[in-house]
């Protein structure tokens, strides 16, 4: 096992990018996290976002953009920005009722990004709508859901037996 050449901060969620090439990491600086990419052949990182709180980010299947979860329009919602850098985050879904949803897993197609939120799974379309419903809603936790590579299965984990398995 070897170690990345950073420093030392308070690391939290992180993705590789589909090519192996870069890693979205938030790193909190105090109780600010925000979204950085290295990239791991050059030893090199940016910082992705700057306003506000930014947490869990999640590649695109083509590796051109990260979706994450922001507070900078005053309550939690869903950015997508590209991974060069360039031009502002583009806001996908704001929140309801002060619901705090983190994006986990992009289909294949990236068509749809899965998010959680305190207990449930929920579906976000990735197109103009940005349509939110529930992917699996229950009285139990579930919660990390991941699509397959071939996008028809969704793996994820629940408390639903008492303990955390997967399903």
């Known amino acids: 096992v070897a170690s990345l050449p950073y420093p030392a901060e308070i690391y939290g969620g992180f993705q590789l990018s589909p090519d192996g090439q870069r890693l979205a990491i938030e790193i909190f600086q105090g109780d600010t996290p925000n979204v950085w990419l290295y990239n791991l052949a050059r030893q090199s990182r940016f910082k992705l976002t700057l306003k506000g709180k930014n947490a869990s980010p999640v590649w695109s299947p083509d590796g051109k953009s990260i979706a994450f979860a922001s507070n900078r329009t005053g309550k939690w919602a869903i950015f997508v920005k590209s991974a060069v850098r360039k031009g ?80």
């Open 88 to 167: 502002e985050a583009k806001l996908v879904n704001e929140g309801e009722n002060d619901a705090v949803y983190s994006p986990f897993s992009w289909s294949p197609d990236g068509k749809v990004l899965t998010l959680n939120d305190d207990k449930d799974i929920w579906s976000l379309r990735m197109d103009s709508s940005g349509t939110l419903q529930p992917l699996i809603n229950s009285p139990f936790r579930e919660w990390a859901a991941a699509f397959s590579t071939d996008g028809h299965w969704v793996a994820y984990a629940s408390d639903e037996q008492g303990q955390d398995n997967v399903y």
